[in-house]
């Protein structure tokens, strides 16, 4: 096994992780502020990316299109905030879990009467497409550095946004007790619906990023979804370091478990079975982590101070 | 209350409905045109039986359990395997599904009821899903494609044959009253009394001195049981087994019929499974979209009919 | 509430129709929502374009359609055989493009006594040791495709392969395909999660390290422009050439067209039935198939339009009467009618011993992007499981 496998494997799993970390950011923030579980997160990366990729194609440049689907999506998600998910927020969790499944159904099959069953195929700028070396006899894609990149400038701008600026004060503020915070004047109602937007914008960000390499489909985030809802309890709700390291963390699990474990397993089982079971198994390694975690801080590994 | 006068309640009656539809099926429909309705209606009461279960956990215990469809796939690849390997008798393929479900509930239980609230919800799920991708790379026995059973659990006797469709039948409604019966003796009994206590207040009871973890995984486990059974049914009646019986969104979709018969009530899982299917069903064959209404109607039910259509019917009859 | 029940048992009796009274009912089975809708509606295209073409008659009797959707799922599809064998009464069956969801759903038709028609899944154990005399497949057995393939590639002095596919009943045949008639060494091996997995980095990934002298894969419906999306990207285009079978086709193409991904073109696979093959009725059908949808058929279609034309044969065979079970399945045995693909004759197994041609990607006349025909890479070929199957 060389080193170029194991480089570019880790960094494929860097890059998954990207992705979680913008989908988990976005709900963990919701979550954590608004104590809303929104199962119809995954709706939202589906959303940004047809919304974004019609975007892409209607003005012919793919940057264009991720600038103006950031509006868009901002505009789309305090839509969807005021109208259906208000009056979840005196709910308990089970109203909430039940509700979003009901809109995740709502926006699968809405998305297929506008764009039709086949999805939307979004074509890079030649510029982005094709590799690049990037030293020690590697050559890695374009795109997937660009990801990368993108994914570490967001959590650097949300580590600025929540840490040093006025909003965000409030958003720490609403997560450590919305009670108090009402109290002392903050629109909660306006803050919520601005949180929201943020996270619709993340999951938008996430879920158009990724459709150049997968294609934009029909139910594209309901697996993701599930990997989010992992990681941000493995990294303990309302934190965004957390969801960034636990992001991290199970891309990277997954993807070089998918590439490994099948060699790993050659020493134990038939080339068959370690061949089928590798990749399987490799997506249980996630859940098995997440137990494992959970049995010792059921709380996660970071959880938010003071949280109620 | 006689039972005349329990009828008059409209939830009540709604229910004495259900079943009588359930019991006179194989009869009533082939009469009226309408055969297939006998295997959708065995269908139905299969889904009844692991809802039934899951509000024991659920409505009465407090306990959300989004990884609950895992007991269905345990009971069904316990027939679907055995009889891979040749092994067809009833008892065994049973005791391994009873057995199965039980050790699975009882380490899932272990680990899950160490946590509360969302958190409970996700390990919950996330179990699942571990059992759930097990089956997908089980190449051999069918891994995504799910796997052909062949021949009915066979019980060798000569009078009980489940390869009569009759028998199957009755046999699944049998287990569904029996379900039922189960459930309100655990609920009304002393055990079923620390369960609803503790979730109304976790801390006082244990405050009491009562030790509620115990009794909730005792709870988890007779849970994962009663829908294992319901799993070694469903194989006999599908003759076949696959994942995606026990994916998060048959999860999601069981603690719907839960909500929408009316959470702990003992017959809210049986009349929710009943309406969740009939809509389904009788919607998908309207229009391919059907989704579009179905998810919204869902979203009302939740927002407006938090009681479920027990809650409902009960809230008219409060009316008069 | 009891009157509300009441009333909609009346109705559902109302809905389920008089049987027809002297007409045919088929049920086709295909797949009408999920992404993979696309190919679905290209074989609903295809057969509503044969029931205008027959006129809506067979030997002078009137036929319908009913059409079941799979949704891309086993159990669903299998619940939805039942659906029209049980309900609707259907005389025939036909369709199913999953290999996964006609498996589970044969044992339904066929435990009915029912003729079954399968339209393009292809499983090896419905041509070996599972073959039926009520079932039949006018398409292809999935391993005959990749053979081909494997052969196309000897031909073509390639001495190791990457093989990437799903890991389902078809992708297993389709390597299984390839690996009996490549000559050279396999050095590597990828099944991957379907349909979930729709990121190969991992997997190409390992490609570029074993340096093969070419990847062959298979990814049907629209994982295959994200799969060939990923290779060029991965930078293998120029450095490890592309062989697939059933990736791409008169349905993914248009989408590579309008992403300008060319590097498509010139691509080589291999198929039974080619657009330009040079017979009468593949000319008729691919003319008006045209002319009706504005688009090219794909080899799904062509096999949907044959099942019913294959169907109609044999209910002229038996002048209309099809409760002659039997003569039924010796006509269909028989094969006598104008495919698209020419003429060609039914195995003992029921499945389709055939030619197979070398596709290249082109661009047409009109500057479509399509597939052109090529030499025959084998001719009059049978799948490897007919010695499998007692009939």
Same mark, same amino acid.
């Given at each position: 096994?060389?080193?170029?496998?194991?480089?570019?494997?880790?960094?494929?799993?860097?890059?998954?992780?990207?992705?979680?970390? &913008?989908?988990?950011?976005g709900?963990? +923030?919701?979550?954590?502020?608004?104590?809303?579980?929104?199962?119809?997160h995954?709706?939202?990366?589906?959303?940004?990316?047809?919304?974004?990729?019609?975007?892409?194609?209607l003005?012919?440049?793919?940057?264009?299109?991720v600038?103006?689907?950031?509006?868009?999506?901002?505009?789309?998600?305090?839509?969807?905030?005021?109208?259906?998910?208000?009056?979840?927020?005196?709910? @308990?969790?089970?109203?909430?879990?039940?509700?979003t499944?009901?809109?995740?159904?709502?926006?699968?099959?809405?998305?297929?009467?506008? !764009?039709?069953?086949e999805?939307?195929?979004?074509? +890079?700028?030649?510029?982005?497409?094709?590799?690049?070396?990037?030293?020690?006899?590697?050559?890695?894609?374009?795109?997937?550095?660009?990801?990368?990149?993108?994914?570490?400038?967001?959590?650097?701008?949300?580590?600025?946004?929540?840490?040093?600026?006025?909003?965000?004060?409030l958003?720490?503020?609403?997560?450590?007790?919305?009670?108090?915070?009402?109290?002392?004047?903050?629109?909660?109602?306006?803050?919520?619906?601005?949180?929201?937007?943020?996270?619709?914008?993340l999951?938008?960000l996430?879920?158009?990023?990724?459709?150049?390499?997968?294609?934009?489909?029909?139910?594209?985030?309901?697996?993701?979804?599930?990997?989010?809802?992992?990681?941000?309890?493995?990294?303990?709700?309302?934190?965004?370091?957390?969801?960034?390291?636990?992001?991290?963390?199970?891309?990277?699990?997954d993807?070089?478990?998918?590439?490994?474990?099948?060699?790993? &397993?050659?020493?134990?089982?038939?080339?068959?079975?370690?061949?089928?079971?590798?990749?399987?198994?490799?997506?249980?390694?996630?859940?098995?982590?997440?137990?494992?975690?959970?049995?010792f801080?059921?709380?996660?590994?970071?959880?938010?101070?003071?949280?109620? | 209350?006689?039972?005349?006068t329990?009828?008059?309640?409209?939830?009540?009656?709604?229910?004495?409905?259900?079943?009588?539809?359930?019991?006179t099926?194989?009869?009533?429909?082939?009469?009226?045109?309408?055969?297939?309705?006998?295997i959708?209606?065995?269908?139905?009461?299969?889904?009844?039986?692991?809802?039934?279960?899951?509000?024991?956990?659920?409505?009465?215990?407090?306990?959300?359990?989004?990884?609950?469809?895992?007991?269905?796939?345990?009971?069904g690849?316990?027939?679907g395997?055995?009889?891979?390997?040749?092994?067809?008798?009833?008892?065994?393929?049973?005791?391994?599904?009873?057995?199965?479900s039980?050790?699975?509930?009882?380490?899932?239980?272990?680990?899950?009821?160490?946590?509360?609230?969302?958190?409970?919800?996700?390990?919950?799920?996330?179990?699942?899903?571990?059992?759930y991708?097990?089956?997908?790379?089980?190449?051999?026995?069918?891994?995504?494609?799910?796997?052909?059973?062949?021949?009915?659990?066979?019980?060798?006797?000569?009078?009980?044959?489940?390869n009569?469709?009759?028998?199957?039948?009755?046999?699944?409604?049998?287990?569904?009253?029996?379900?039922?019966?189960?459930?309100?003796?655990?609920?009304?009994?002393r055990?079923?009394?620390?369960?609803?206590?503790?979730?109304?207040?976790?801390?006082?009871?244990?405050?009491?001195?009562?030790?509620?973890?115990?009794?909730r +995984?005792?709870?988890?486990?007779?849970?994962?049981?009663?829908?294992?059974?319901?799993?070694?049914?469903?194989?006999?009646?599908?003759?076949?087994?696959?994942?995606?019986?026990?994916? !998060?969104?048959?999860?999601?979709?069981?603690?719907?019929m839960?909500v929408?018969?009316?959470?702990s009530? &003992?017959?809210?899982?049986?009349?929710?499974?009943?309406?969740?299917?009939?809509?389904? @069903?009788?919607?998908?064959?309207?229009?391919?979209?059907w989704?579009?209404?179905?998810?919204p109607?869902?979203?009302l039910?939740v &927002?407006?009919?938090?009681?479920?259509?027990?809650?409902?019917?009960?809230?008219?009859?409060?009316?008069? | 509430?009891?009157?509300? +029940?009441?009333?909609s048992?009346?109705?559902?009796?109302?809905?389920?129709?008089?049987?027809?009274?002297?007409?045919?009912k088929?049920?086709?089975?295909?797949?009408?929502?999920?992404?993979a809708?696309?190919?679905g509606?290209?074989?609903?295209?295809?057969?509503?374009?044969?029931?205008?073409?027959?006129?809506?008659?067979?030997?002078?009797?009137?036929?319908?359609?009913?059409?079941?959707?799979?949704?891309?799922?086993?159990?669903?599809?299998?619940?939805?055989?039942?659906?029209?064998?049980?309900?609707?009464?259907?005389d025939?069956?036909?369709?199913?493009?999953?290999?996964?969801?006609?498996l589970?759903?044969?044992?339904?038709?066929?435990?009915? @006594?029912?003729?079954?028609?399968?339209?393009?899944?292809?499983?090896?154990?419905?041509?070996?040791a599972?073959?039926?005399?009520?079932?039949?497949?006018?398409?292809?057995?999935?391993d005959?495709?990749?053979?081909?393939?494997?052969?196309?590639?000897?031909?073509?002095?390639?001495?190791?392969?990457?093989?990437?596919?799903?890991n389902?009943?078809?992708?297993?045949?389709?390597?299984?395909?390839?690996?009996?008639?490549?000559?050279?060494?396999?050095?590597?091996?990828?099944?991957?999660?379907?349909?979930?997995?729709?990121?190969?980095s991992?997997?190409?990934?390992?490609?570029?390290?074993?340096?093969?002298?070419?990847?062959f894969? %298979?990814?049907?419906?629209?994982?295959?422009?994200?799969?060939?999306?990923?290779?060029?990207?991965?930078?293998?285009?120029?450095e490890?050439?592309?062989?697939?079978?059933?990736?791409?086709?008169?349905?993914?193409?248009?989408?590579?067209?309008?992403?300008?991904?060319?590097?498509v073109?010139?691509?080589?696979?291999?198929?039974? !039935?080619v657009?330009?093959?040079?017979?009468?009725?593949?000319?008729?059908?691919?003319a008006?198939?045209?002319?009706?949808?504005?688009?090219?058929?794909?080899?799904?279609a062509?096999?949907?339009?044959?099942?019913?034309?294959?169907i109609?044969?044999?209910?002229?065979?038996?002048?209309? @009467?099809?409760?002659?079970t039997?003569?039924?399945?010796a006509?269909?045995?028989?094969?006598? %009618?104008?495919?698209?693909?020419?003429?060609?004759k039914?195995?003992?197994?029921?499945h389709?011993?055939?030619?197979?041609?070398?596709?290249?990607?082109?661009?047409?006349?009109?500057?479509?992007?399509?597939?052109?025909?090529g030499?025959?890479?084998?001719?009059?070929?049978?799948d490897?499981?007919?010695?499998?199957?007692?009939?």
């Open positions: 096994m060389d080193h170029v496998l194991l480089i570019e494997q880790f960094l494929n799993g860097f890059q998954l992780g990207i992705i979680l970390f &913008l989908m988990a950011a709900l963990t +923030l919701v979550f954590g502020i608004m104590d809303l579980v929104n199962l119809a995954g709706s939202l990366f589906m959303i940004g990316a047809f919304v974004g990729g019609t975007l892409a194609l003005t012919g440049s793919f940057i264009l299109g600038i103006l689907m950031i509006p868009a999506m901002l505009v789309i998600g305090i839509a969807i905030e005021m109208t259906a998910l208000r009056t979840l927020y005196a709910r @308990d969790h089970l109203d909430q879990v039940l509700a499944f009901g809109l995740i159904l709502f926006f699968n099959e809405a998305t297929r009467l506008i !764009w039709g069953p999805g939307l195929v979004v074509p +890079l700028p030649a510029f982005l497409d094709g590799s690049v070396e990037i030293g020690l006899g590697i050559t890695y894609p374009v795109y997937r550095i660009v990801i990368i990149a993108v994914g570490l400038a967001v959590a650097l701008g949300l580590y600025i946004l929540v840490g040093r600026t006025r909003i965000g004060m958003i720490r503020a609403g997560a450590s007790n919305r009670t108090m915070a009402g109290a002392l004047g903050v629109n909660i109602p306006k803050l919520f619906s601005i949180v929201f937007g943020i996270g619709a914008v999951a938008g996430a879920g158009l990023i990724i459709t150049p390499i997968t294609q934009a489909q029909i139910g594209m985030g309901e697996d993701v979804l599930i990997l989010a809802f992992v990681v941000i309890v493995i990294g303990g709700i309302g934190s965004i370091r957390g969801a960034f390291i636990a992001a991290i963390v199970t891309g990277v699990i993807t070089m478990g998918r590439s490994f474990l099948d060699v790993l &397993l050659l020493l134990f089982l038939p080339a068959n079975a370690a061949e089928s079971a590798g990749p399987a198994l490799s997506s249980m390694l996630i859940y098995i982590l997440m137990a494992a975690i959970l049995f801080k059921p709380q996660g590994l970071f959880p938010p101070k003071g949280a109620q | 209350m006689s039972a005349l329990c009828l008059r309640n409209p939830a009540n009656a709604f229910t004495a409905l259900v079943l009588l539809v359930f019991a099926g194989p009869v009533v429909m082939p009469l009226i045109g309408e055969p297939f309705y006998v959708v209606f065995a269908r139905i009461m299969v889904w009844a039986i692991a809802a039934v279960s899951l509000n024991l956990i659920m409505g009465y215990g407090g306990l959300i359990s989004f990884g609950h469809a895992v007991y269905l796939g345990l009971g690849y316990a027939v395997i055995l009889a891979f390997h040749g092994v067809t008798s009833g008892w065994a393929q049973l005791a391994v599904a009873i057995g199965a039980a050790a699975v509930a009882l380490v899932f239980g272990a680990i899950s009821l160490r946590t509360r609230g969302v958190y409970f919800i996700m390990i919950t799920l996330a179990l699942a899903q571990m059992i991708f097990l089956a997908v790379s089980a190449e051999q026995y069918g891994s995504d494609d799910g796997l052909n059973i062949l021949s009915r659990s066979d019980f060798g006797l000569a009078f009980y044959d489940l009569d469709q009759a028998t199957l039948y009755y046999t699944v409604f049998a287990v569904l009253l029996a379900s039922v019966g189960v459930s309100a003796r655990l609920v009304g009994s055990f079923g009394a620390v369960l609803r206590a503790a979730k109304s207040n976790d801390t006082r009871v244990q405050a009491v001195g009562v030790a509620t973890y115990r009794y +995984l005792t709870a988890f486990v007779i849970a994962g049981v009663m829908c294992g059974i319901a799993g070694f049914l469903q194989a006999n009646l599908e003759s076949f087994v696959s994942p995606d019986m026990m994916s !998060w969104p048959r999860a999601g979709e069981l603690i719907f839960v929408l018969g009316g959470m009530t &003992l017959f809210g899982p049986v009349t929710g499974a009943f309406v969740f299917l009939m809509v389904s @069903d009788t919607l998908a064959e309207w229009t391919i979209h989704h579009i209404i179905f998810g109607l869902l979203v039910v &927002l407006f009919a938090r009681g479920g259509i027990a809650g409902l019917l009960n809230r008219k009859s409060a009316n008069g | 509430m009891l009157r509300k +029940l009441l009333g048992a009346a109705v559902l009796t109302l809905l389920a129709g008089p049987a027809a009274a002297d007409g045919i088929i049920g086709f089975v295909t797949t009408l929502t999920t992404p809708a696309v190919i509606k290209d074989m609903r295209d295809a057969v509503d374009l044969a029931v205008e073409t027959l006129g809506g008659k067979m030997a002078g009797k009137d036929f319908e359609i009913v059409y079941a959707d799979d949704e891309f799922n086993s159990q669903k599809g299998k619940q939805a055989t039942e659906r029209i064998v049980l309900r609707e009464n259907v025939i069956v036909a369709g199913y493009i999953w290999s996964n969801v006609l589970a759903s044969a044992p339904v038709v066929l435990g009915a @006594d029912k003729i079954l028609i399968s339209a393009n899944a292809g499983p090896s154990p419905l041509a070996g599972q073959c039926n005399k009520n079932f039949f497949n006018i398409a292809w057995q999935n005959q495709t990749p053979m081909a393939l494997g052969e196309l590639l000897n031909q073509q002095g390639v001495k190791s392969l990457y093989l990437i596919a799903p389902y009943a078809a992708g297993q045949n389709m390597v299984a395909g390839v690996e009996r008639t490549f000559k050279g060494e396999i050095v590597g091996k990828d099944m991957t999660v379907w349909p979930s997995q729709r990121d190969w991992a997997e190409l990934t390992k490609v570029k390290a074993a340096k093969p002298e070419g990847i894969t %298979f990814y049907p419906g629209p994982a295959g422009p994200a799969f060939i999306k990923q290779y060029q990207q991965a930078g293998l285009e120029g490890v050439p592309l062989y697939s079978v059933y990736t791409l086709d008169a349905i993914s193409l248009p989408l590579f067209q309008k992403a300008n991904m060319e590097t073109l010139g691509t080589k696979m291999t198929q039974f !039935w657009q330009d093959l040079d017979f009468p009725a593949n000319k008729k059908f691919v008006d198939f045209r002319a009706k949808y504005g688009r090219y058929p794909s080899f799904y062509a096999q949907a339009y044959d099942s019913i034309m294959y109609a044969s044999a209910v002229e065979a038996v002048g209309g @009467d099809i409760s002659d039997d003569g039924m399945r006509a269909l045995e028989k094969a006598d %009618f104008d495919s698209v693909r020419g003429p060609f039914m195995g003992n197994n029921h389709p011993i055939q030619n197979f041609y070398e596709r290249t990607v082109v661009k047409d006349a009109d500057d479509n992007w399509t597939t052109a025909v030499r025959t890479v084998l001719k009059d070929h049978q490897p499981y007919a010695s499998q199957c007692k009939m």
